[in-house]
């Protein structure tokens, strides 16, 4: 009795060691598990910051071996380069493509055929690009494509200091460019709708030189915004969507520092103040995935405008779902982008 209690004894301790075993096994799977997601984590993020810097030093690569001033070495074989003197000492260069219809006319034309076919009806954009490279940015060069194929004229600018242009780059001096650009559109426009496509800080330069036109009595016909930011208050205390928020809002534009014109120069672009004057018709377009300006951004420049206004029919804000993966420069990829853009344009002729 007491060998068969004994035996009893050691299957019970064999059994509960069995078991410690199997729970420390357990647990060490459990620990390694987590610290597996939190090295993948880790790694993830940091290849995001990486790729915010390489990325753009690609393109940088690019941009800066285009002859900027022979837009047809890059295909662009209905577009013009036109230096402009926007005020004395500073040149700005500028692409001026036409509607993809006018293609074949295009061909061989100079300058003062160009200018002339601005006054053809078909409405003009002015493109007002973002910080850093230069006016032959693929995603730049997509946007001026879309807009042509649709039918419309397309001016992109290089602001003083980007690019072939001269000058020194600060926020007076680039909305000086983009007034000047309205203007000498203007003169040569007949009735043709003039609409301006600011994106990225280009949105900053947009509405300040909206700002500026209305000062002097003029305005453009509608507004377009793409990855739109706001700065001030907004930025640095309200909280957004967006998971790495905090990094980019704390290090603006991080991925261009090392290419970025406006960097030893101070700008603020008080987008929320001057939406508050303008009363053009307006489109926000943006991507929920946008890895440079939140989504939040969107939302807040739409209410503001939208309160401003006083409309939901002058003020539109259309967003581009994440998992199409278009983040801050990808929109023109869009196959229903063409549509959207011309739904708003011909709104502006009603």
Same mark, same amino acid.
């Given at each position: 009795? /007491?060998?068969?209690?004994? %035996?009893?004894?050691r299957k019970k301790q064999s059994a509960g060691r069995l078991q410690q075993a199997s729970q420390k096994s357990k647990d060490l799977n459990?620990?390694?598990?987590?610290?597996?997601?939190? =090295?993948?984590?880790?790694? =993830?993020?940091?290849?995001?910051?990486?790729l915010s810097v390489s990325v753009p030093f690609l393109l940088h690569l690019f941009s800066d071996s285009v002859d900027l001033s022979r837009?047809?070495?890059?295909?662009?074989?209905?577009?013009?380069?036109?230096?402009?003197?926007?005020?004395?000492?500073?040149?700005?260069?500028?692409?001026?493509?036409?509607?993809?219809?006018?293609?074949?006319?295009?061909?061989?034309?100079?300058?003062?055929?160009?200018? /002339?076919?601005?006054?053809?009806?078909?409405?003009?954009?002015?493109?007002?690009?973002?910080?850093?490279?230069?006016?032959?940015?693929?995603?730049?060069?997509?946007?001026?494509?879309?807009?042509?194929?649709?039918?419309?004229?397309?001016?992109?600018?290089?602001?003083?200091? #980007?690019? +072939?242009? =001269?000058?020194?780059?600060?926020?007076?001096?680039?909305?000086?460019?983009?007034?000047?650009?309205?203007? &000498?559109?203007?003169?040569?426009?007949?009735?043709?709708?003039?609409?301006?496509?600011?994106?990225?800080?280009? $949105?900053?330069?947009?509405?300040? =030189?909206?700002?500026?036109?209305?000062?002097?009595?003029?305005?453009? +016909?509608?507004?377009?915004?793409?990855?739109? #930011?706001?700065?001030?208050? &907004?930025?640095?205390?309200? $909280?957004?969507?967006?998971? #790495?928020? &905090?990094?980019?809002?704390?290090?603006?534009?991080?991925?261009?520092?090392?290419?970025?014109?406006?960097?030893?120069?101070?700008?603020?672009?008080?987008?929320?103040?001057?939406?508050?004057?303008?009363?053009?018709?307006?489109?926000?377009?943006?991507?929920?995935? +946008?890895?440079?300006?939140?989504?939040?951004?969107?939302?807040?420049?739409?209410?503001?405008?939208? %309160?401003?206004?006083?409309?939901?029919?002058?003020?539109?804000?259309?967003?581009?779902?994440?998992?199409?993966?278009?983040?801050?420069?990808?929109?023109? %990829?869009?196959?229903? #982008?063409?549509?959207?853009?011309?739904?708003?344009?011909?709104?502006?002729k009603t």
């Amino acid at each position: 009795m /007491k060998r068969k209690t004994i %035996k009893s004894e050691r299957k019970k301790q064999s059994a509960g060691r069995l078991q410690q075993a199997s729970q420390k096994s357990k647990d060490l799977n459990v620990h390694a598990r987590s610290q597996w997601q939190w =090295t993948w984590t880790k790694t =993830t993020f940091f290849s995001l910051c990486i790729l915010s810097v390489s990325v753009p030093f690609l393109l940088h690569l690019f941009s800066d071996s285009v002859d900027l001033s022979r837009p047809s070495d890059i295909g662009l074989n209905h577009t013009i380069n036109i230096y402009l003197e926007s005020e004395e000492g500073v040149r700005v260069g500028v692409w001026h493509t036409v509607p993809e219809h006018r293609w074949k006319e295009a061909q061989g034309k100079d300058l003062d055929w160009y200018e /002339k076919s601005l006054g053809d009806g078909s409405p003009i954009f002015i493109y007002l690009h973002g910080n850093g490279g230069n006016r032959s940015a693929p995603h730049r060069i997509g946007i001026a494509n879309v807009l042509s194929a649709v039918g419309y004229h397309v001016l992109v600018l290089d602001y003083r200091g #980007f690019g +072939d242009s =001269t000058g020194e780059p600060t926020e007076a001096g680039l909305t000086t460019d983009a007034v000047y650009l309205y203007h &000498w559109v203007k003169a040569r426009s007949g009735n043709s709708l003039v609409c301006v496509w600011g994106h990225s800080i280009g $949105s900053g330069v947009t509405t300040n =030189t909206a700002v500026k036109l209305l000062e002097q009595g003029k305005q453009f +016909d509608g507004i377009i915004l793409e990855g739109a #930011f706001v700065t001030g208050r &907004w930025a640095s205390n309200r $909280s957004t969507e967006h998971p #790495f928020a &905090w990094f980019y809002w704390k290090f603006p534009y991080i991925q261009f520092f090392l290419f970025n014109p406006l960097k030893n120069n101070i700008y603020v672009f008080p987008t929320d103040e001057n939406l508050e004057k303008i009363r053009t018709p307006l489109m926000i377009l943006h991507s929920e995935d +946008d890895h440079i300006v939140p989504i939040a951004s969107a939302k807040e420049i739409y209410r503001i405008a939208k %309160k401003a206004q006083n409309s939901d029919e002058r003020v539109k804000l259309v967003s581009f779902n994440g998992s199409l993966g278009y983040l801050h420069n990808g929109l023109y %990829k869009d196959p229903g #982008f063409p549509d959207i853009i011309r739904e708003f344009v011909q709104s502006l002729k009603t």
